[in-house]
């Protein structure tokens, strides 16, 4: 169901504007081994830099002319644009996750040390 002007749009709306390119960074994030995990925040940017330069660039370049289309073209930006922020949203909450159990692991040693 498209959204109403003004709507925000729901998990369901961002995960589908991701597409597959946003998944699998996605999956990526939340991989469980660490060998499976972006290994720096730099690959992690470069990606969604990458993501939505190609999203948006194939979508301008695909030949279609957007004539009378301006305005879906606009929304389907928006979009993308909001999808990113939830993507770098996800990130940080997967970063924060990653250190509450680094510091719990640290009281755990430190308790058995004492």
């Known amino acids: 169901m498209p959204l109403a002007a003004g709507d925000k749009p729901g998990a369901y709306e961002v995960l589908a504007a991701l597409g597959a390119g ?4 996605i999956r990526r994030l939340l991989a ?21 330069t190609t999203s948006v ?10 004539i ?4 879906e073209f606009a929304e389907l930006k928006r979009a993308l644009e909001e999808a990113l922020v939830f993507s770098e949203i996800l990130l940080l909450a997967c970063c924060f996750q990653e250190m509450h159990e680094l510091l719990l692991q640290r009281r755990k040693t430190a308790n058995m040390s004492a």
């Open 22 to 25: 946003g998944m699998v960074l």
């Open 32 to 52: 469980k081994s660490r060998d499976e995990r972006y290994p720096s925040m730099a690959e992690v940017r470069a990606d969604l830099g990458r993501l939505s």
């Open 57 to 66: 660039t194939a979508a301008a370049d695909d030949g279609i002319p957007l």
């Open 68 to 71: 009378g289309r301006e305005q």
